[in-house]
């Protein structure tokens, strides 16, 4: 009722009683167990309540708190829990957030030095933020290095692992060629992984086209590395099938015939029927996409 609590102390009920009448605090429960005298009252009287019997003599203590003081406390603990849990995840976050150490892998680990420097240059440094790498430089960088075929960068927890391949000792040297279109059309899209984008998406090509060169710029300096990416073009091929006469059959004939030139996904098709004194004609249209792609698997 109205949030009691229960409370218990060695005295005598009418002297209890008398005490907490005078001090005009409702009470509820009372009740008489040997030494000790209990009853009940309102969370807002306790600390009046324990004032008044604050003599050791009395032995007051709290037998059964109100429901309104449990679940208090039992906030307050899920609180403290909680606020642990959002400490424990800051710490956590702000310690995946910097780097505490860089560590070079691979075949090409032997570079570790000059790796470090071109880390340093593109803004990777231990003790400090992730965020300001630049990786896109560092790997162009390191690729530029004599000898390494392969960079990637990744991050797991606090240490940053830069993987460094480099060709077997028995291998030839490395050829530093360009991704060269190999056909004309439409460059859809063109991603450079190392090298420097030579021309920009939505552009037409023809053949022989330079679209990745294998050189990357640092400090306003053409330096050799390789090349390695892919593009994505769009070209239209056009076939003519000839036939006795004009039907579906026919149709999907001068369609299926027309997909051997195509390599890739078709984007779009279309046709147009002649009739000639030997039957008919179908001009098939076709666009595709087209992938060429140079140390890219």
Known sequence: MKNLTKIKLICTPRRALAKLSRAEIPVWYCKKQGAWFTFSVQDNFLQKVFAIFSSPCYNITIEQKSTFRCFKDFAVRRIALLAGLVLFAACAFLSNAFVFRVEVTGSGAYLKNSVMEIARTAGLHRWAIYGGLDKTALVSGVLSLPSVTFCSVHKDGSIVYIDVQTEAED???????????????????????????????????????????????????????????????????????????????????????????????????????????????????????????????
């Open 171 to 297: 291998g030839s040297a490395s050829t530093y060629s360009a991704l060269v279109s190999d056909c004309e059309g439409r460059l859809e899209k063109l991603v450079a992984i190392s090298g420097t984008q030579a021309v920009e998406e939505g552009q037409n090509v023809s053949l022989g086209d330079v679209l990745i060169a294998p050189y990357t710029a640092v400090n306003e300096e053409n330096i050799p590395c390789l090349a390695s990416g892919y593009a994505v073009i769009s070209r239209t091929v056009f076939y003519s099938f000839s036939c006795e006469e004009e039907t579906e059959e026919n149709l999907s004939k001068a369609y299926a015939a027309a997909l051997l030139y195509a390599d890739g996904e078709i984007t779009s098709r279309s046709h147009t029927v002649y009739t000639t004194a030997e039957g008919a004609v179908y001009e098939v249209s076709l666009t595709y996409l087209h992938t060429i792609t140079i140390n890219f698997d």
